[in-house]
């Protein structure tokens, strides 16, 4: 289950914690996904990011006690802290029409997305990775928007902002940059600019999964397991619209994040994905169903959960702690034969 700190209104207590733990625990969650950077600030003792508390801290042994495991949720590719622009502007990725990510973030505000190409980004994320390695109550590690940004957003929300994407648009298609130009031009000997359809070119759009499968299966994932810790992400059903080709990825869990009203599709969508999921894996990378609460009533939570474990999910991941009433942790009980 995805958790995030909540303390908008003051820091929560260890004793809240505790007693949060000790129902989810009873109730059968047997791992929390803690929000540990939120791509403004981190929740834990960093030492290279603005830290907005010590969250984690507090969280790990508690958490211990109650028998939950935590791995460590943190943003990757989006980053919205002013001093890491100031002095690394040219880390951000570009567009097809040249527009930066910072100064024009696709759709919300906090689009801001790193390039994925330059070296100097992979070191900031590994010292992020390195630093949540270290705490030995630990037990992974879960990358979360670990991609490019939508090219073309899922068709139920495309009304809320007032867009229509019936092909792909230069001003969502990343990233652009010199950097990632270059370096596509010295494998094909073109740059993308020149192509006729850019989004259309199977190499280039290649070269862009390539980009962020390096990071996850060269930069990230050996940080992590060199301390022992599980490796997990979070991905999209339709992956070629983040350019986010995750079945190549060498994860310890995967969790697509199967958000059926998303895309105006029924429950039983929930599984095909699933088994879509599942076939086209290289690693053989357990898949946790990510299901999205605030679109299912109690019901249909349990059918959710039915579907998925019947199409070989190896289990499911719920978003978020937030969502969940207590009709939907007596649905989620006896659906995992708890009652």
Sequence with gaps: MWVSPGRRGGAVTDDVWKNRLDRWKEAGIDAILAEVFNNHAAHYGSQHLPVAGRWLEQLLPLAKAAGVEVHAWMHTMTCNIDSVHDEHPEWYNVNGRGESSWEKPPYVGYYRFLCPSRPPVHEFLKRRVKELA??????????????????????????????????????????YCDVCRSGFKELYGADPMALKDPSADQNWRQYRYDLITHIVNEELVPVGRERGKKMSAAVFPNWEHVRQQWSNWDLDAVLPMLYHSFYNEDLQWIGQEVAAGIAAQEHDVPLFSGLFVSALDAAQLSEAIAVSLEAGAEGVSLFSSGAMSDKHWDSFRSAIGRI
Excluded: M, T
């Design 134 to 175: 270290q705490y030995d109550d630990l037990d992974g590690i879960h990358l979360d928007y670990i991609r490019h940004p939508d090219v073309i957003l899922a068709e139920s929300l495309q009304p809320k902002y007032d867009i229509v994407q019936d092909r792909e648009y230069p001003e969502y298609d990343y990233c």
